[in-house]
């Protein structure tokens, strides 16, 4: 696990716990995921608190989507897209959970991200997966995040971090949900050392 250095929010301002997803398969995707948390870490409301480690993971496209409750599966179907640079960071921000959003956003449009299609590859992906306790619905934003529960590639990098954040919907701890996640053997995640590269 990585500590990271980055500014700290205002002392006389209120400030909140998440938890966010990295993904990236366009480009340099481990430069890209880290210069993302550079740049988060450059927004006066946002401090980067910890990052997990990354990890190289497979595509899981919506033709597969489907196979995650299937526990005896070991090869997913053929995909085009490149495999993903995953990962998870903490962070303590004074922004509520819109405004967040609306950074997360405009972050992932700085690194070059073109929103032409569900599942399709990306330079940046960005998600709010947790977010103190809180519970939310809305037509632009979910917390936790609907799928968390179901990626490995979200889970994995999200226990070295936050192992004991109790999901706030199901009760279980991260770290429980992360022993045998259901899509593990679809994008077998790979956990990378801070001295690797992907040539």
Known sequence: MV???SSPTSS???????????????????AIVRAALDYLAST??????????????????????GLYS???TTEASPVTQPDYINGCAL??????????????????????RERRERWGARTLDLDILLYENFVLDTPNLTIPHPR?????????PL????????????GSTIGKLA???????????QKLNSEDTLE
């Not at 226990?159 to 199901?170: K, Y």
């Open 70 to 72: 299937d526990r005896s």
């Open 91 to 112: 962070l303590r921000t004074s922004l509520m959970p819109n405004r967040l959003l609306a950074v997360l956003l405009a972050t992932e449009a700085h690194f070059g």
């Open 179 to 189: 022993i045998d996640p259901p899509d593990i053997y679809i994008c077998s995640p």
């Open 44 to 65: 006066p409301e946002v401090e980067v608190v910890e990052v997990s480690h990354w990890y190289r993971t497979k595509p899981v496209t919506e033709a597969i989507a």
């Open 159 to 170: 226990a070295e971090i936050v192992p004991d954040w109790i999901h706030p919907i199901n």
């Open 3 to 5: 500590k990271p250095t």
């Open 148 to 156: 968390m529960c179901d990626r490995a590639f979200v889970l994995l």
């Open 12 to 30: 006389n301002i209120k400030s909140y716990q998440c938890a966010i997803a990295l993904g990236s398969n366009l480009g340099d995707s481990l």
